[in-house]
């Protein structure tokens, strides 16, 4: 018991530390990216992506906000499997760096895309299945997104989705394997729908709007990691 209790409180202060040093660290990178990172192909940065001292995004309140974000989470998943906890802070991070992204320049630069591709490898330990699982996974996120687009322009004239929605969905499917990137679709189309709605009703947005989708992405794949992976993982070993 009193071994278990020493293991609980070194858990929680690192994930507190880590805590700090994601949020802050979140706030801090976004400020410092390259500005063609934030340039579709072939655009050059403006004047505010290239100033060295400009804010783009507040460190008031943000880096509090994600700071505190961050403890609960790490918190949370150090306790139950402090070597999931590791690449998930991690995927949740680059998403947070994505999503900021894509609010505020709607881009979401690939140089993310493929740190997430890499931080995909940590969690091959933790599939049911293994590799094939976070190959089925990529396989299965790339394709659904690239035929929703592709279905979108063919009705719509118009995609609904971007390229790096598509390529970001691969990224994740890696990462969460099959059952993660379902889930993550699922809850991640339920949030854009039911927030959308909501901005129509109280704001009069129209359904013509481009609306970033990686913040709903991000949010989705965070309940995933946080709640609903482990539930998803003991199901499967018990089948």
Not at 77 to 102: K, N, Q, R, T
Request: with cysteine; glycine share 10%; hydrophobic share 55%.
């Amino acid at each position: 018991m009193e071994k278990q209790l020493i293991v609980t409180f070194i858990i929680c202060g690192v994930a507190i530390v880590l805590g700090v040093l994601l949020g802050n660290g979140a706030v801090y990178f976004f400020n410092r990216i390259p500005g063609k990172w934030l340039c579709d192909y072939g655009q050059e940065p403006s004047e505010e992506l290239l100033h060295p001292t400009c804010q783009r995004i507040k460190s008031t309140p943000w880096k509090y906000v994600f700071t505190g974000v961050f403890i609960v989470f790490g918190i949370k998943l150090g306790l139950e499997d402090p070597l999931f906890a590791v690449p998930a802070l991690a995927a949740i991070w680059l998403l947070l760096e994505m999503s900021i992204a894509d609010i505020k320049y709607m881009i979401v630069p690939d140089q993310l895309i493929m740190l997430l591709v890499i931080t995909g490898l940590g969690f091959i330990s933790h599939h049911a299945f293994g590799v094939m699982d976070c190959l089925r996974g990529a396989a299965l996120g790339f394709g659904v997104l690239l035929a929703i687009a592709l279905i979108s322009r063919l009705f719509y004239k118009k995609p609904a989705v971007g390229g790096a929605d598509v390529k970001l969905f691969a990224a994740l499917g890696l990462a969460l394997g099959t059952d993660g990137i379902i889930s993550v679709f699922v809850i991640s189309t339920f949030l854009s729908a039911g927030h959308f709605i909501w901005l129509m009703i109280r704001k009069g947005a129209r359904l013509s709007d481009e609306r970033p989708m990686v913040p709903y992405i991000a949010a989705a794949a965070a309940i995933y990691l946080v709640i609903l992976h482990k539930m998803s993982y003991n199901i499967i070993i018990q089948l």
